[in-house]
């Protein structure tokens, strides 16, 4: 089994993360936000305002990564 290398983090103080997505990829978070929007543009939020949910959505539906977390979380409670 594939063990994560990452520890949790505690704190929900936020973190600044720079990174760098295509052109295609931003012009879609900005149809999407639109479309959160009711398809009107104006009010709009920013694309770079839906990453993180749209990661948080995503790592919430990964059912392998979940399956994952459960068996580590065993794994702990046994002590192993």
């Known amino acids: ?14 973190v600044k993360l720079t990174i760098e997505i ?4 931003h012009r879609r978070l900005a149809e999407y936000a639109v479309a ?8 709009a939020p920013q694309p770079s305002a ?11 539906a ?3 990564f979940a399956r994952q977390r459960r068996n580590a979380a065993k794994d702990v409670a046994s002590g192993r």
């Open 1 to 14: 089994m594939t063990r994560l290398k990452l520890s949790d983090i505690n704190s929900n103080t936020p």
């Open 22 to 25: 295509p052109a295609r990829l």
């Open 36 to 43: 959160l929007n009711g398809g009107v543009s104006e009010g």
């Open 50 to 60: 839906l990453v993180a949910p749209i990661i948080e959505r995503f790592i919430a």
């Open 62 to 64: 990964d059912r392998e």
